[in-house]
């Protein structure tokens, strides 16, 4: 599969839409970010994604991982591409400067991590756990463990993972049994079996390093407990040598439907020495500095593959002749027309690029969201990207999904067969909406633990400010009214739940998604407003009007599905199923 990066897209979101080149200078960490720098890191990270990281993509599917006595070989050609990823610094791109990282911004590392994903999403799940975790002992670690490991890590010399499942628990993480006995030398002994550790063993780097949670003997009960722990593969000598093995290993990888060059593997820790990060008993809290990041790239990876797909279905549908143009041969020196003629094609074309180009302006919203309250202590920004975090994660990969399946409708039965490659796209984009917390789990956290817990205001506050930006005129009513549906099915829920505590559960995932499309409407409102007169800027009014016209209308259907009550959803009896 040939894979190009959005590099025009890009440059359109920072430079036109969102103005990065006023807004930058006035954080002091940015301020040396020229355009051009800025345009050279786009450009750079599309060659890397397109010329090297892509070409492994199909092969490693092929090839997939191997498990032998513990160890891990990964696909053959994903040595020498995960090596120029690691050289590049790439995974240390918002890396801390003071540590070998580059620091740059969130929002400029939301669009090279979208690239890579589309890439090839197997490979770079080595590189998105380094990153998470590399930011984990960022924010947590001592000045020791953050000169000992991240250096390391940014330059993809080391690897990390981060293992918090295990068998009986799932999602309900305050029941684990993984124990850390406090040691003589400080550290702690860990023991315990971890399941679907992404990256916990492979042949990609020289050291993994694992942030594993457990608990204390005398922790107290539930998510209160438990406490996280870096857990190298090797120790570190005090020169930064590494020593000897620590004692724990890989028991087995998983036969995955997709994502087959990525080793997931059950992790099994045998007194292994670990180091306490952060405060005891506050382990959740850290790795949920992590979650939040990893969480949106997540949704980038359903970005990436959304693109990745749409990329496909659209060079097949002009290849592929077939059938005539219901207003009259397009192609009269050929057999057929192709694809493009057909208006349920278009459907599904303009359906997939309508969602991806929003989605790629979302993801970058959010990064600036987080860029603002990383490094100008912005609380309001804060607010907003606990909010936005789980519409991410799971409204981009649902999209992704969605759209990988339209792309494979495109093809017909030729999206069925292994040789097309679209076939792969769908299976290894569906881990998307599972993993870093189901997309229900999402969805349940968006109104559950954020909307309700605020009465809505931080997303009533956002809202409100959208209805006061420069929009197309010609889609501002709607925009309006998607806004003034949204904070309407809001309040009423806020006033309903009171009565209902079965409600944000039974209409959670209708909510983000009338969410999602909101703030998609915005989106294009503001992008059709500012797209010049090129074919760029046509092509991008011409997407809005398709979005405002045939998408953002299921946010009527949505309301109505919410504002009904939980009687026959709840009304079978357990027997009755």
């Not at 040598?241 to 820790?269: Q, W």
């Not at 998408?551 to 599905?561: A, F, H, I, Q, V």
Request: some cysteine; overall charge negative.
């Amino acid at each position: 599969m040939e894979y190009q990066a959005p590099e025009r897209d890009a440059q359109f979101l920072l430079f036109e839409l969102f103005k990065v080149q006023d807004m930058w200078p006035e954080i002091p960490a940015f301020a040396d970010f020229s355009q051009d720098l800025v345009e050279a890191v786009v450009s750079e990270g599309g060659r890397l994604a397109s010329e090297v990281i892509a070409p492994t993509n199909e092969v490693g599917d092929q090839e997939g991982c191997v498990w032998e006595a513990g160890e891990v070989t990964t696909p053959e050609a994903f040595k020498g591409a995960f090596a120029e990823l690691a050289q590049g610094g790439w995974l240390g791109l918002a890396g801390n400067p003071e540590y070998g990282g580059q620091g740059m911004p969130k929002m400029l590392a939301c669009l090279v991590e979208e690239m890579l994903w589309a890439a090839n999403t197997s490979l770079y799940l080595y590189g998105t756990l380094t990153v998470g975790a590399s930011l984990c002992i960022d924010a947590h670690g001592t000045p020791e463990q953050k000169s000992t490991y991240l250096p390391r890590m940014y330059a993809g010399e080391w690897c990390g993972a981060m293992a918090l499942t295990e068998a009986h628990a799932g999602s309900d993480l305050g029941i684990m049994r993984t124990r850390a006995e406090p040691a003589a030398d400080g550290a702690y002994r860990i023991t315990g079996t971890k399941i679907f550790i992404t990256g916990g063993e492979h042949d990609l780097a020289e050291n993994i390093i694992h942030l594993v949670l457990a608990k204390l003997p005398d922790a107290p009960g539930g998510t209160r407990g438990i406490s996280l722990f870096i857990v190298p593969k090797f120790l570190v000598n005090e020169d930064g040598s590494l020593g000897e093995r620590n004692s724990f290993a890989s028991g087995s990888i998983e036969h995955k439907m997709g994502i087959r060059g990525s080793a997931t593997s059950v992790m099994n820790y045998d007194g292994a020495i670990g180091y306490l990060l952060g405060e005891e008993n506050q382990g959740l809290a850290a790795m949920f500095t992590m979650m939040n990041y990893e969480r949106l790239s997540v949704g980038l990876q359903g970005l990436g593959a959304g693109e990745l797909a749409y990329q496909q279905s659209v060079s097949y549908a002009r290849d592929r002749l077939q059938g005539r143009s219901p207003t009259g041969a397009q192609n009269p020196d050929g057999p057929a027309d192709s694809l493009l003629v057909h208006p349920d094609v278009r459907r599904m074309l303009m359906s997939q690029r309508a969602m991806t180009e929003a989605g790629r302006a979302f993801g970058l919203f959010v990064g600036m969201q987080l860029d603002f309250a990383k490094y100008k202590g912005d609380e309001v920004a804060q607010a907003r990207s606990e909010v936005l975090t789980p519409i991410a994660k799971a409204f981009l990969s649902d999209s992704g999904f969605d759209g990988a399946v339209l792309a494979q409708q495109v093809f017909g039965g030729h999206g069925y067969i292994q040789e097309w490659g679209v076939e792969q796209i769908v299976r290894d984009v569906r881990i998307a909406q599972i993993y870093e917390g189901t997309n229900g789990i999402q969805a349940f956290d968006l109104i559950g633990r954020k909307v309700l817990r605020d009465g809505g205001d931080t997303l009533k506050r956002l809202l409100d400010e959208m209805s006061q930006s420069e929009v197309a005129g010609d889609l501002r009513g709607d925009m309006d009214a998607a806004l003034d549906r949204l904070m309407r099915v809001t309040d009423s829920l806020v006033e309903r739940t009171k009565d209902d505590a079965n409600l944000p559960g039974a209409v959670s995932v209708d909510y983000l998604n009338l969410t999602g499309l909101s703030i998609y409407a915005w989106l294009w409102a503001r992008m059709a407003a500012v797209a010049g007169d090129d074919d760029f800027g046509k092509a991008k009014r011409t997407t809005a009007q398709y979005f405002f016209e045939r998408l953002l209308p299921r946010t009527e259907g949505l309301e109505k599905s919410i504002m009904a009550g939980t009687d026959a959803l709840m009304g079978l009896d357990d027997s009755q199923f």
